[in-house]
């Protein structure tokens, strides 16, 4: 992807109601998306990915995200969020010129209160 | 689990001298990268290295920045004279392919007094 958006900066959630994070995308060819997880303190995490294959893509801890092309979105859910959960989540994408380079969105705090 | 290694996590440093942020890549990856953050900023590449050579370098990657594979094992990124707006969290990454999804490293924090 050329760029990605990702459309609130901060996200807060109660435990065990859904999460929603949003992202969009901007790409002239068919893009590779992905999603990073970053826990204070602590590297980059990858949770899931999108390669042109199925539309819905599962992850880890029960994340997924589905690829929607006619919305350029690549949204972030959970049915049902836990403490550890909080973080900050970055949709990514990989941009192809020749040698790939990922394009990282701005990030989206994820707060999960008890 | 094989994982992205980093060395140190926090190096602290004055204007003007030169730091080398070290990372042992996975052992089966191929193609390397450093990227960084800047606090409260989005994560920016700075370049891809391949076949000992760099592939592709964004225009942060001026002339004070060089990554060099010494070995067969580590993957360097030197700043030969940092400046204040060089403080950020730098991350090292590595993939099997350039197509292949790339896992990161923890990440050292460079302060630049």
């Known amino acids: 992807a050329q760029s990605v958006t990702q459309l609130d900066s901060h996200v807060s959630v109660s435990e065990g109601t859904p999460v929603l994070l949003r992202c969009n995308y901007s790409?002239?060819?068919?893009?590779?998306l992905f999603w990073y997880v970053q826990h204070p303190n602590k590297g980059l995490q990858l949770l899931l990915k999108y390669t042109s294959a199925a539309t819905l893509v599962k992850g880890i801890n029960g994340f997924e995200a589905e690829f929607k092309k006619s919305e350029t979105s690549f949204h972030l859910t959970k049915p049902s969020a836990h403490m550890s959960d909080a973080a900050e989540y970055f949709c990514?994408?990989?941009?192809?010129?020749?040698?790939?380079?990922?394009?990282f969105g701005t990030g989206t705090r994820l707060l999960v209160s008890p | 689990e094989p994982e992205v290694t980093q060395t140190p996590s926090h190096q602290v440093t004055q204007m003007g001298q030169e730091v080398i942020l070290r990372c042992v890549p996975i052992s089966n990856h191929l193609y390397f990268y450093w990227y960084r953050q800047i606090l409260g900023q989005k994560v920016e590449f700075l370049v891809s290295?391949?076949?000992?050579?760099?592939?592709?370098k964004s225009e942060i990657f001026d002339d004070q920045f060089s990554v060099e594979r010494p070995d067969g094992s580590n993957f360097t990124l030197k700043i030969r004279s940092t400046k204040l707006e060089d403080s950020a969290m730098y991350f090292c990454?590595?993939?099997?392919?350039?197509?292949?999804?790339?896992?990161f490293g923890p990440g050292t924090r460079l302060t630049v007094l």
């Open positions: 290295f391949y076949n000992n050579e760099i592939s592709e």
């Open positions: 790409s002239s060819y068919s893009p590779s």
């Open positions: 990514v994408g990989l941009m192809n010129t020749g040698f790939q380079k990922l394009v």
């Open positions: 990454a590595s993939s099997v392919t350039s197509a292949n999804e790339q896992f």
